[in-house]
């Protein structure tokens, strides 16, 4: 039997807060007079942008940002890669500008097929390989949709993964996403989960979408449907195969390390456990790094995210056979045309495939 690996104290102190974001307790109401600091310079840093006196850039095409108020693991990833793939259905060419939180450096990179998850980030590194369109990352995100443009000519609309609060880019279109938190104890940060106010209604080019089954706060919008799509293995997955529900029920039969280096592991864990696994929990910070690896030496199987798996190449694993599963996200199809709705139609394309000048 594997045990589950020690909690430190950096864990049970992030756990704690976390926690307090769910209730307005003890921890969460002494962390108030550091929430109106912040709400007090973010609504400073608007009001900046709202009278011109810092400049917004627009893009020469459409830019929609995908991102959560709350912060953590709302959904914001598998969001961007459904917008795209409806994207693509509907005649774009799009391209994805994203932070790339986590990686060294802060200057702008295209994420090419040689990319590390220390150099782009784990998060573009799987939007790259899961779209197959052009991602660029850095903390300038109108730098990066610039040069993102100037090396892919044919991308006609931008998708940012992340970058509600990055002002200095304008958008044409907000997509809010939502997780079953909804707006939590309703304090910001660090008091509670919010990076924002809830508006007290969308925008006329805002959309909410909501990663959880059912609306959880009082903005209108679509539901989606998260799932396990099925697993492959780490080595199969590096090499395309796309991951199937038999293999996946496959592993039924084996006791699992469950490895997740996410916001919020839990979700991921419930899944598993709804397929039939037996697993043992073995959360990591997000994002975490993998410069060693996160099991026993004798463990004989692990499975984890396609998150995890851009970060660890198949010669790492030591003997350990490692399982990737895919998480599947499918918003319901009215989120689609309101989404098309607010955009131009996209760029025509001659039979060379090239864009009109």
């Known amino acids: 039997m594997i045990a589950p ?9 992030a756990a704690a807060l976390q926690r307090s974001w769910d209730k307005r307790g003890a921890l969460s109401t002494v962390l108030l007079p550091v929430a109106a600091a912040f709400d007090a310079v973010a609504a400073a840093r608007r009001q900046l942008f709202l009278r011109g006196w810092r400049e917004s850039a627009r893009l ?56 590390s998850a220390r150099e782009v980030g784990d998060e573009p590194l799987l939007l790259q390989r899961r779209t197959g369109v052009p991602v660029a990352v850095g903390a300038d995100r109108v730098g990066a949709g610039y040069a993102l443009l100037d090396a892919h000519p ?28 909804g707006a939590g104890n309703g304090r910001l940060l660090p008091a509670g989960p919010l990076r924002e106010r809830i508006p007290q209604a969308l925008g006329p080019r805002q959309i909410a979408i909501y990663n959880a089954g059912a609306r959880t706060t009082r903005l209108p919008g679509y539901l989606a449907q998260r799932a396990l799509a099925g697993a492959v293995s780490l080595d199969a997955w590096w ?11 496959s592993l039924r039969d084996r006791e699992l390390v469950a490895v997740a280096g996410m916001a919020r592991p839990g979700r991921f864990f419930a899944m598993l456990r709804d397929a039939g696994l037996r697993i043992v929990e073995r959360p990591l910070g997000d994002h975490a790094d993998f410069t060693s690896l996160p099991w026993p030496a004798s463990t004989a199987d692990v499975i984890l995210t396609e998150k995890d798996a851009v970060k660890l190449a198949p010669t ?11 998480l599947d996200f499918v918003p319901q199809p009215g989120f689609a045309s309101a989404l098309l709705a607010l955009l ?5 394309v001659d039979p060379h495939g090239n864009s009109p000048a």
């Open 5 to 13: 690996a020690p909690a430190t104290l950096g864990d049970r102190a």
């Open 60 to 115: 020469p095409v459409p830019v929609i940002v995908v991102g959560n108020l709350v912060v953590g693991g709302a959904g914001k990833t598998p969001t961007t890669i459904a917008v795209v793939e409806l994207l693509q259905r509907g005649g774009y060419t799009p391209g994805i500008v994203s932070r790339g939180y986590g990686r060294d450096g802060a200057d702008i990179v295209l994420v090419g097929q040689d990319a």
């Open 154 to 181: 044919r991308v006609d609309i931008i998708v940012s993964d992340d970058g509600l609060q990055h002002l200095a880019l304008e958008r044409d279109v907000e997509v809010l996403v939502f997780d079953e938190r």
């Open 239 to 249: 090499q395309g195969a796309a991951p199937s529900r038999p293999t996946l029920e």
């Open 316 to 326: 790492r694993t030591s003997g350990t056979r490692v399982w990737v599963a895919r």
């Open 344 to 348: 131009p139609p996209p760029s025509p």
